[in-house]
């Protein structure tokens, strides 16, 4: 009866390791996917930013020069 119970015992504290370990790696795996969509939005967020920046400052180069022409004509 002793033996059975160590052995019930060892076998729980087995399965419990075996779980922690699951967890353990699962918890990595859902970690770098988070952390690689992560990268992708910010660089996306950011190539996007620039590319409104740049379409901004386009956007107001063209309104100074109609401006100008309008009220500064030579």
């Keep these: 009866m002793m033996m059975s119970t ?3 015992q060892e076998f729980q504290l087995l399965q419990n ?3 922690n370990k ?5 918890a ?3 970690s770098s996917s988070v952390d690689a ?3 992708i939005v910010s660089s ?3 190539k996007r930013g620039s590319m409104l920046i740049a379409l901004d400052s386009r956007l107001n ?3 100074f020069r ?4 309008r009220f500064f004509k030579q």
């Design 17 to 19: 390791s075996r779980a």
């Design 37 to 39: 969509v992560h990268e």
């Design 61 to 63: 180069f063209k309104i």
């Design 66 to 69: 109609n401006l100008k022409r």
């Design 44 to 46: 996306s967020l950011s």
């Design 28 to 30: 990595d795996r859902i």
């Design 22 to 26: 699951f967890a353990d790696d699962m």
């Design 6 to 8: 160590e052995l019930i």
